[in-house]
Every structure is written in C-alpha cells, then in structure tokens.
C-alpha cells in the first residue's frame, strides 16, 4: 500500500506536533464529503495519512491530517493549493485542502501501488533501466512544476509513488522559502542513486531514516558503480553530476529530454554517450569518435581555405570600376532600381467542421458537455457551448482552465483567431501543442502541460468584450493543434456563481 506523503522532514516540520489530541477515527466523515476509511501511515513530520471515500464522487482519495491547524498549517496548505494548479500525468492531482482551525486536512488522488522507498526495500536495488524511467517521469513532473513558477521541495524515495498499473507520480509538495529548483534537480539525481544502490546521498534535507550512502573522506557519496557491477557508466556518470555542487545543475526540461533519451536506450547504453553538465546547466554534446572529429576539423580547413580564396576574388572584383550592378531577389526593379515588395496575402477563413472540434475539460470534469463542441462552429451565434457554474471565476482548486481543442488536419500558417463569448471579461488565451493526448479524460488532464501559451498577456488579443481577435502567431511557424483556452469566468448572467458561453471561433490563415 502506498505510503502517500511521506518524504524528507524539512526544518519547518521536524519541530512539528504529532496529531494525538481529536485524531480521526475510522468512519468519520470530514467536511461533510470525505469519508476515513484506513489509517495507512505517520509520515515524517507527524501528519496521518488515511486512505478515504469521497462520498459524492464515490472515488477512493487520500487524506493528510495535520494538528493543529490554523497558522502553523498554512505552509502545508499552501503548497496544496499550489499543487492543485499543476495538472499532469507524473503528478498526483490535488482534489482540496481545508483549515478547520483544531486540525487540517489537505485531499488528494488515491495510488494503489507503493513507493520507490518501499519499493527498493522489497525488492533491493533496482535495474538501471526502471531506475532510469522513475527519474524520467520525476524530471517530466518537475518540468511542469517548474514551468510555473514554482518549486515542488519535496522530492524523495517517500514521494516518488510507483502505481500498480506502473504509472510513476510525484506527490506531497511542501515547498518553502529554503528550497530551490536546484534542490528539486539535484534530489532526481538523489533517487537515481537510491534507486540503484538503496542508499540515500542527500545529508541536508533534515533526519532520514534512509540508509546513508557510502561516503569517501571528503563526505562525497562513492559513485553506483563503485557499489554494485551493472551499472552503465554513463549513468554512473549523470549521477554523480546532478549530486555534485560544483557541477551546474540543468534545467528540468534539459534533464527529461536527456532521461528520456536514455530511457529509449532500453538497457543499451553503448550508443549514448556520456553526459557532462557544463557551468552553464546545459549537456555538452556526447563524446565523439577520434577519427571523426579530426576528418571534420580538416573538412571544416578545407572549406575555409575556399572562402579565403572566394572571398579575395570578391574583394578584387568589386573594385573594378566595370563591374555591372546587381539587385537581390525582391529588393527591388532591376529594370527602374526602384525598391518593390510583393502585397501581403489577405487572411482567408479556414473552414471548420465539427469533427474538427472538441472540448477539453481537465479532471475532475465530467465531460458531460462534449457534444456541444459543434456548436462553436455552426456559423450560427445563437448556438453555442455552455461551461458548467462555477464558484470561483478561475475555477478554485479544481483545475487551471478548460477550453475547445481545433485541429485543422495538417499544419497551417494561420493569422488569427476569433472568439465570440456571450459575456466580457472572460481570461481566454491561444495555445498551441503537438498533438492531441487523447479525446478522454486522461487527455484532457495532460493538456494544460503540453499545450504552450502563445503571444504576450499584454497584446494577446483586440476587438471589444464579447468579441476577440487573437493575432499570437509566428509567420514562420506552421499549427495544426490550436486551443482556446479559458482562465477566468465571468459572472453568469443571473449573477448566480460564473459561467460563459463560447458562441462561435474561426480561425484564419494563408
């Protein structure tokens, strides 16, 4: 069973209280919805963590507890509430988090599985190429952490959650004013090593009850391979980097797209070459043949002693006072030596169809309104796709948006898009991805974090407020997946809680 929320103690929760007083009991119903069911675990800090029911869902939570509340939870909660904005895949989705003042109680996704902690226990030290796609999806999830702004700070053997379906989750972010994304990069360095000698190399993160890694005079952790046979040396290598301090730590997203070409290795590793960090946090090229890089040096000799010659040609053929004027292509009439420009393609409307739209609502979302996508795109603005009310006009806790997904069938130059809404003051932007995750509920949850925001906040879109026209695309850039994204509701027209309604989107382009 897994041992959600347990994690390194930072200095904040080492001194924090142990729940005695008014713990809960099996049975118990808190806030009127979540239902305890089995006390699974006391994590480091003292919080119990319950496997729950959320009775009006009718699917399985966990619930952290912690006593008291009030202030000295407000850390606790806070980074639930940031959690709760990040939606991906390698992320466990934060579902709420109350203060009842006596204790509080942040609610989130139940994982059947175990963690990396206990799963290294039962089974020893792992193969580098499972070690190798638990750091992969870790680095994923840090990506979208960090792509907001914010910092996770709880990254460990405790907190890397291995689901029975072989899903991998990052859960119970606890971040405050000491962590780093640094911290956060070098702690996926961390469970590389644990997950490959069992041994835990981190000492500043507070007591563990982890094994302490093998450690040469200097207090530096003895590499894996010192520790175990079949560890390949570039990951040997990668390791010990993203543990080392004066090594510069990359960047989340360098150091899940250097995992993930490892991960693809599939245990041959012959061909991948060593990674070195350089200062500047970015991967140095692999290593390369001898033989290689010297015929590429006399190749690249080669050539300059071309460019020399053709360049002193040039230079002596321009100063004959006979050489005949020459115009670039389009930069002017050679004819006149007038300067010309061709006239700029007039935006045409692209014609969409239903089967070209649909509705992407992130979980918790029951998709119940999918069939409405169409009506965005009927040509008729009496139709329309009607969000569900809300409390909150930027959804509270529940998700960071939804939006209609447009795909035109094959990569397009486009100009613009235009929305349509039923009332001002609805936060909409356009996002582009590579592709669509999937018409499901599981797509929808992975399309906040792959699908990336374009244009600048300031200058995103004109027209007035029930009608606006996004002009946020490169000219040199070719969409086939575009997303009207919504952020912010406005209130409904009965002033009852938030909602709009999406009337009609056309898209323009080349």
């Given at each position: 069973m897994t041992q959600v929320g347990e994690g390194h103690e930072t200095a904040a929760d080492a001194d924090g209280p142990v729940m005695t007083f008014g713990a809960p009991t099996v049975g118990e119903i808190l806030a009127e919805r979540y239902q305890l069911e089995e006390h699974v675990n006391d994590d480091s800090a003292g919080r119990q963590v319950?496997?729950?029911?959320?009775?009006?869902?009718?699917?399985?939570?966990?619930?952290?507890?912690?006593?008291?509340?009030?202030d000295s939870a407000t850390e606790m909660l806070q980074a639930a509430v940031d959690a709760s904005r990040?939606?991906?895949?390698?992320?466990?989705?934060?579902?709420?988090?109350?203060?009842?003042?006596?204790?509080s109680y942040v609610v989130r996704e139940w994982?059947?599985?175990?963690?990396?902690?206990?799963?290294?226990?039962?089974?020893?030290?792992?193969d580098p190429a499972r070690a190798t796609a638990i750091a992969h999806a870790i680095a994923d999830a840090l990506t979208a952490v960090h792509a907001t702004g914010m910092v996770h700070g709880n990254v460990h053997p405790g907190t890397t959650l291995i689901g029975d379906d072989g899903r991998v989750v990052l859960a119970d972010a606890r971040a405050d004013s000491a962590d780093s994304v640094e911290a956060d990069i070098r702690a996926v360095g961390g469970l590389i090593y644990f997950a490959l000698t069992a041994h835990w190399p981190h000492t500043d993160v507070g007591r563990s009850t982890l094994p302490d890694?093998?450690?040469?005079?200097?207090?530096?952790?003895?590499?894996?391979?010192?520790?175990?046979?079949?560890?390949?040396?570039?990951?040997?290598?990668?390791?010990?980097d993203l543990l080392d301090k004066r090594v510069a730590a990359p960047e989340a997203d360098a150091l899940a797209a250097e995992l993930a070409r490892l991960d693809a290795a599939d245990d041959d590793y012959d061909d991948v070459g060593p990674l070195r960090f350089t200062q500047g946090g970015t991967p140095s090229e692999p290593a390369r043949n001898n033989s290689k890089i010297i015929i590429g040096v006399a190749a690249l000799v080669v050539i300059a002693i071309i460019g020399l010659v053709f360049g002193i040609r040039a230079i002596t053929t321009s100063s004959d006072p006979t050489t005949t004027k020459t115009t670039e292509a389009n930069a002017g009439d050679p004819a006149t030596g007038e300067d010309t420009q061709a006239p700029a393609p007039t935006p045409q409307p692209i014609k969409l169809t239903a089967d070209m739209v649909r509705i992407v609502d992130p979980p918790p979302g029951d998709r119940s309104d999918a069939d409405e996508a169409k009506n965005v795109v009927d040509g008729n603005p009496d139709t329309a796709w009607e969000t569900h009310r809300f409390n909150t006009a930027k959804f509270g806790n529940l998700k960071p948006g939804m939006g209609v997904m447009i795909n035109l069938g094959s990569p397009?130059?486009?100009?613009?898009?235009?929305?349509?809404?039923?009332?001002?003051?609805?936060?909409?932007?356009?996002?582009?991805?590579?592709?669509?995750?999937?018409?499901?509920?599981?797509?929808?949850?992975?399309?906040?974090?792959?699908?990336?925001?374009?244009?600048?906040?300031?200058?995103?879109?004109?027209?007035?407020?029930?009608?606006?026209?996004?002009?946020?695309?490169?000219?040199?850039?070719?969409?086939?997946?575009?997303?009207?994204?919504?952020?912010e509701l406005p209130r409904a027209d009965d002033g009852d809680r938030y909602q709009v309604s999406v009337n009609e989107i056309s898209v323009y382009g080349y």
């Open positions: 319950w496997r729950g029911i959320d009775v009006i869902l009718r699917r399985p939570v966990a619930v952290v507890l912690r006593y008291p509340g009030g990040v939606i991906h895949p390698n992320l466990v989705g934060v579902y709420d988090a109350i203060d009842e003042g006596t204790r994982v059947d599985g175990e963690s990396l902690r206990e799963l290294v226990a039962e089974e020893g030290p792992l890694a093998n450690r040469d005079g200097a207090g530096n952790p003895a590499p894996p391979r010192q520790i175990r046979a079949g560890v390949p040396a570039y990951l040997d290598d990668l390791t010990i397009r130059n486009l100009a613009d898009v235009r929305v349509e809404t039923s009332s001002p003051g609805v936060g909409m932007e356009i996002r582009s991805g590579a592709s669509d995750p999937g018409d499901s509920s599981s797509g929808d949850g992975k399309v906040p974090t792959t699908f990336k925001k374009l244009g600048e906040a300031d200058a995103e879109s004109k027209g007035d407020g029930t009608n606006r026209i996004f002009n946020v695309f490169d000219a040199n850039t070719k969409y086939q997946y575009v997303l009207v994204w919504i952020t």
